[in-house]
């Protein structure tokens, strides 16, 4: 049916149109809608919207792409073995873990894993051209800061089933005003978006110096900074780092930033968890209250390391070792897929992240491969600061593993 729908739709000149160069042709206009209707779709699971209709939405979506990916395309996945070989260990760990601990929420997990994720990696990098992916995100994240600043210029805090009003706390920088929400029903939600929005939108200014993407950077950035979002704000400014390391120096400083980086940061908790010796101040830091919920992940780890305890049930199994004052979650991608998978799946999860990110740095040879560097390396630190990993459905999950795929599949 897909087929038969598409091949209608697409047929005449337009394959031959884009294949001459041309901008304006049926294959580009449906790739920005696909990369509109799916920011669309997952960002609903986040918001008032009920799941009975988030989620047949999102799988309408990925179902649209399927059907143009068998329909245009050669039907061939070309990736490096690398990829490739993580893919797989990271597969049969899941399946493992899975029948291991196998509940209703562990079960879910893993046919997102088999279905969403998969696709994010493989598929959708060759029906979603990367530049409309920038041009999508940094419009539909613009349209939804401004939605959020309604409240504070007396405008409606309802509409329909969305709730637009404020977050219950106050921004960092200044105590007088409370943290935007827009459309989600937190305020990290819309922080994680905006931070994909002006990574989005410096990218097609630089790539096109477009009139408009100036007023995106702006609008996003702004966003950004009124979700009191701080992992996001670090992540942003180490992608700004690696831009301007990039343009000063050369790409070989995006190697040098990407490596001396994530080599600090192993180095800082070492310390941090006395692992090596170091400052005392580090031993102090509470990260948020995240310590003892780091601590306690590790210790629940120890316990069952080999299969782990599946996804969906780690919450769980954390939740009664954290102390009183820290969250009830690791909030840690990284910890998260080791407790999850066990040894081998968390270490095929660190490996195939952390193999796009050191690839994208030392392939970053073009304006496109410094930017899927610079959000690799924000993405990078926002998983080391909360629990939502690249596998699943949610905002956090489609689009780090979307990006993951346009090196995947570069």
């Given at each position: ?68 990916f ?14 490739f ?17 196998l ?33 999508a ?75 408009i ?5 702006f609008?996003?950035?702004v ?31 995006i ?19 006395k ?13 948020n ?122």
């Amino acid at each position: 049916m897909f087929s038969i729908i598409f091949s209608r739709w697409l047929d005449g000149n337009a394959t031959q149109s884009l294949k001459q160069g041309h901008d304006i042709t049926a294959l580009h206009r449906l790739s920005l809608v696909l990369a509109v209707l799916l920011l669309l779709s997952v960002i609903s699971r986040h918001t008032g919207i009920p799941s009975v209709a988030s989620l047949p939405f999102i799988t309408f979506v990925y179902v649209i792409i399927l059907g143009v990916f068998l329909t245009i395309s050669d039907l061939k996945i070309k990736t490096e073995k690398i990829y490739f070989m993580l893919f797989l260990l990271l597969s049969f760990s899941i399946l493992l873990s899975t029948m291991f601990n196998l509940t209703a929420s562990s079960f879910s997990r893993f046919g997102a894993f088999v279905v969403f994720t998969s696709m994010n990696l493989f598929i959708l990098p060759k029906i979603i051209d990367f530049d409309h992916f920038l041009f999508a995100s940094s419009r539909v994240t613009a349209g939804i800061v401004l939605l959020g600043f309604l409240p504070y210029l007396g405008g409606p805090t309802q509409i329909g089933v969305i709730d637009l009003s404020l977050w219950g706390a106050r921004l960092y920088w200044y105590p007088n005003l409370s943290p935007l929400t827009s459309v989600f029903v937190g305020a990290n939600w819309l922080g994680f978006l905006t931070l994909v929005g002006s990574l989005s939108a410096i990218g097609e200014w630089w790539k096109f110096k477009s009139s408009i993407s100036k007023y995106l950077i702006f609008i996003n950035f702004v966003g950004l900074l009124f979700t009191n979002y701080r992992t996001g704000w670090v992540a942003f400014a180490a992608a700004i780092g690696i831009l301007a390391g990039y343009i000063l120096l050369n790409r070989d400083a995006i190697v040098l930033l990407t490596a001396g980086g994530i080599l600090t940061t192993v180095v800082a908790l070492a310390m941090m968890f006395k692992i090596i010796p170091g400052p005392a101040f580090l031993t102090e830091l509470s990260l948020n209250n995240r310590r003892g919920s780091w601590v306690a992940g590790a210790d629940v780890f120890k316990q069952q390391y080999l299969l782990g305890y599946g996804f969906g049930n780690t919450a769980d199994v954390v939740s009664t070792r954290v102390p009183p004052s820290s969250p009830a979650n690791v909030h840690n991608s990284y910890l998260r897929a080791f407790l999850a998978l066990g040894v081998g799946g968390g270490i095929a999860y660190l490996g195939l992240f952390l193999s796009t990110l050191f690839k994208s740095a030392l392939e970053a040879v073009s304006k496109t491969g410094v930017l899927l560097s610079m959000f690799l390396v924000s993405f990078f630190i926002i998983q080391m600061f909360n629990s939502l990993t690249f596998i699943g459905i949610s905002l956090h999950s489609v689009i780090i593993s979307i990006v993951m795929g346009y090196q995947v599949t570069k």
